[in-house]
Each structure stands twice: as structure tokens, then as C-alpha cells.
Nanobody
Framework: QVQLVESGGGLVQPGGSLSLSCAAS????????MGWYRQAPGKQRETVAT????????NYTTSVKGRFTISKDNAKRTVYLQMNSLEPEDPAVYYC??????????WGQGTQVTVSS
């Protein structure tokens, strides 16, 4: 059974940094894209950043460009999100997602990110 275990959320002051990680366990094959998504209260879940498994090509939503960095470690089947210069608009539950070519998608349980002074 595949599980995605996230860690690294928490409380940070505006302008601060947090680092999220998401490790996949279990038998997972044909990984295509790994990504981070977030959902704030009363809002729809949105894509924050994605990275392709083989090429490492990245995409970011406009509001986080230059502040967040997505990366991965294929050997550890782990995807990371380094978040710098956190803003009051960034608080949300952050979810990781692994999309595969032939076996569907997997989601993490979510980790809360709070930005407050």
C-alpha cells in the first residue's frame, strides 16, 4: 500500500521560511509528476509547484515564484518544498501529490502552514 508522509509544516512569522518534505512508501511505479498543493479555508485547492520525475522540470504558481523551490530525491522517492519569504497569503494546508502514468494519483495527508506574527 502506497503512503505519502508529509512533514515540516508549522508556525512561522511573516518573512520566515519553512521546508516541507513528502516521502513515498510502498510499491509505487511509473511516477510521472510530483507536486505540492495547498488549500486555505473557504478556498479551492490550488497547485503550488510541480516537478517532473525524470527531467526535473518545474512549474510554480505565480504567487510563489522566486520564493518557493520544489525539489526531489528520486532515490528516496521524496519531494521537497522550500518556502522562503512567507507571506500572510501563504497559510493553508499543504498537500503533496504523486501522479503516475499507469497507477493513478496519490496524496499526502496534508500539513498545516501558519504565518503569523
Amino acid at each position: 500500500q502506497v503512503q505519502l508522509v508529509e512533514s515540516g509544516g508549522g508556525l512561522v512569522q511573516p518573512g520566515g521560511s519553512l521546508s516541507l518534505s513528502c516521502a513515498a512508501s510502498g510499491s509505487i511505479t511509473s511516477i510521472n509528476v510530483m507536486g505540492w498543493y495547498r488549500q486555505a479555508p473557504g478556498k479551492q485547492r490550488e497547485t503550488v509547484a510541480t516537478i517532473t520525475y525524470n527531467s526535473g522540470h518545474t512549474n510554480y504558481t505565480t504567487s510563489v515564484k522566486g520564493r518557493f523551490t520544489i525539489s526531489k530525491d528520486n532515490a528516496k522517492r521524496t519531494v521537497y518544498l522550500q518556502m522562503n519569504s512567507l507571506e500572510p497569503e501563504d497559510p493553508a494546508v499543504y498537500y503533496c501529490r504523486i501522479r503516475t502514468l499507469y497507477n493513478g494519483d496519490y496524496w499526502g495527508q496534508g500539513t498545516q502552514v501558519t504565518v503569523s506574527s
